[in-house]
């Protein structure tokens, strides 16, 4: 369906990972909606809308994002988090793309201090660090946590064998 910008809407060009602007009054295709940002197609090619922005696209309704886990941390609660994650243009997270490698948790009396070695489909990818920021948005909210890091690593190099049966199944590679 396509929409409309009310308004000036930062967005992110997809490869590329730039910071643009896309103008009010720009007729934009939703492609995709998960993990709360919004994938938008124009005639100059595809981008990422924060979802915060999102209220700029005329006639759009977003859905309903998970809200952090309240209560007790737990690591399966990262693990949750992770999966509110996602590359905007592949519809599968990336706990089940097979990108995150290793997380670590150190708890302490001040707070939980956690660290993500994830990886990503394509060496010059340029939304990396847009996609490691939204996971480290995303566990920093999760209770007692007290920091977040999220590196990104190239070793081992990732395969679609490292995708899971879940995220096989989404993809129609079963």
Same mark, same amino acid.
């Given at each position: #369906?396509?929409? $409309?910008?009310? *308004?000036?809407? !930062? +967005? ?6 730039? +910071?643009?602007?896309?103008? +009010? ?21 595809? @981008? ?11 006639? @759009? ?21 992770? $999966? ?16 995150? @490698? ?10 939980? *201090?956690?660290?993500?070695? #994830? ?7 340029? #939304? ?9 948005? $995303? ?25 899971? !049966? ?9």
């Amino acid at each position: #369906m396509t929409h $409309k910008l009310s *308004r000036d809407v !930062p +967005a992110t060009a997809i490869p590329a990972g730039d +910071a643009v602007t896309l103008p +009010a009054g720009s007729d934009v295709f939703v492609t995709q909606t998960l993990g709360g940002s919004v994938t938008v197609r124009t005639d100059r090619g595809l @981008y990422r809308i924060a979802a915060e922005n999102a209220a700029a696209l005329e006639g @759009y309704t977003p859905s309903a994002e998970a809200a952090a886990p309240a209560g007790e941390f737990s690591e399966a609660a990262v693990w949750a988090a992770l $999966k509110t994650c996602f590359d905007p243009e592949i519809p599968v997270n990336i706990v089940d793309l097979g990108l995150v @490698y290793d997380l670590a948790v150190d708890a302490s009396p001040t707070g939980n *201090r956690i660290e993500v070695k #994830m990886t990503l489909t394509a060496p010059g990818c340029g #939304m990396g660090p847009v996609i490691a920021e939204d996971a480290r948005q $995303k566990i920093s909210a999760l209770p007692t946590v007290e920091s977040a890091k999220v590196h990104i690593v190239w070793d081992p190099v990732w395969t679609p064998q490292m995708i899971s !049966p879940e995220g096989r199944k989404v993809l129609g590679l079963e």
